[in-house]
């Protein structure tokens, strides 16, 4: 009787360092890191504290308060919407009536002062821009980083690093920029007023530091596929974006509510990290991000609503699929084309910027829309994929024999020749085909009304029963991919 081979390579230590180095850095594999603000139990009120201490400060107090040098980075974004609410409210200049002035304009962006009598005046726009805030991740740091010395060094000097400052705090996240994906959403205080003024979008670009910001080659936006099919909305992903000029790929996920409302009715796909998810094998509760490409084949989870683990609608998609129905384009093509299409938008509006003063200059990245989950989720996707898939294939088929059967009974009765059929439920099926049957057709073909109640049995006069229609009639969804792609 054979003893199992042992797992521990135990000369490893003799391997020449380079060698060694190589390893540590193929074991340690990207990641997704999730960058967050820190929450307390104050958040509710901190807004309405600050705005207090504010407006009650003595002289003295408040001639101590300075705004914070990072914020320079950050006021092409902010400046304009205060110094346009500057200009409404505050004593008007003498060139405005036609005076002239040899002293050149000093742009608020060369000189990025804001009086604090002016923020006292103005608490809501002082607390976007003095508010103290602490970023964090729970995302799984690599392990060799704790191993031994030597592979904490050659981890470090492949480029990991502690990132993701803020304005009050010094960066506590392990982060690689040439491999990590920076993945970022909202900020999770509810703001009054102007909204988010430094990042003037929905994200906490904002809160973290320029000199990480400017080293990003990878970014992830939570909630952010719905700003590709809303025109109005994608200014949002442009301001975000051009705060990093190095960034060299865009992942825009999909719609966090379309997560939520899955994962609480117990479904298994995009689940958080700090949110308990337990598959059959075990907990997954530390298991690393991957990305999973949207497919058209994810509205069918809602158009065959007896499903069980997929019942939403995909914001991308629109309800029941609407998007993709009156997409004009070819099949498979959908996504393909509203990426083509804000890529164009965001090339004409940086040949806009190019001609304005003081701009950082930035690149456009490659975009990718994308599911967030781990990577045992990402399996149980796209086997759902195929199965329903399979079902529609089938409905498509007894549609298919629906028809041909209305054809041979309408020539039977021109020859006044008997029919042979019987009816299964919402289809009629017909014994006029000898293709062998699909494992989909096996598995339901004893019981056919039990697959028609359990895809959801929709009278055609309601709006899914419509959608179904065009679907097993006239549908063209492009097929699931036959290769699970991850990422990173």
Partial sequence: MTSMASKTFHRFPLLPREIRNEIFLYATS??????QLVKTENDDNEQEEFEEWLVNLVPAEAAQIKLHPSLAYFV????????????RHSQQI???????????????????????NWLQGHPTVAYQLLRKNHLYSTA???????????????????GYQLAFGSRNHEPHTWFNYDSDVLYI????????????LLSCSDWIVGEIDPESLQQVRKLALDDACYHLVNKSWRREVLNAIRLLPRLEVLYMTEDKRLRDEWRSSSCLLFSTQDTDTTLQSGN???????????????CLFSVLSGHSRFCSDSATLGYQGSRLRYFQGPSGQYFQTLIDQFTE??????EKMSRQRGVVSWQIPKIEMVHVCTEPTARVLFEERHRIWDKLVLLKRRQALWEQQQNKRRNERANK??????NTGRYRVFDVDDTPPSPTELEWQDDWEAFDEANGDHHYGEPAGYYLEYLVKHGTIFPPSQELSLEP
Avoid: M
Wanted: hydrophobic share 25%; glycine share 10%.
């Fill in 417 to 422: 020749r008997p029919c042979r059929c019987y």
């Fill in 140 to 158: 799984p740091i690599p392990a060799l980083l704790h191993t031994c010395g030597e592979s904490r060094e050659a981890l470090i000097r492949a």
């Fill in 94 to 116: 003498l060139e405005s009536y036609g005076f002239t002035n040899s002293k050149p304009v000093q742009y608020l962006w060369e000189n990025p002062q804001i009086s604090i």
């Fill in 284 to 298: 997954y509760t530390r298991e690393g991000w991957r990305f999973v490409p949207i497919e058209e084949v994810d």
């Fill in 345 to 350: 938008y965001l090339g004409d509006e940086k």
């Fill in 76 to 87: 092409h974004n902010w400046g304009p919407n205060v110094q346009s609410y500057r200009d």
């Fill in 30 to 35: 990207p990641r997704i890191v999730h960058v």
């Fill in 185 to 196: 959403g909202g900020d999770h205080r509810q703001l009054s007023g102007h909204g988010s």
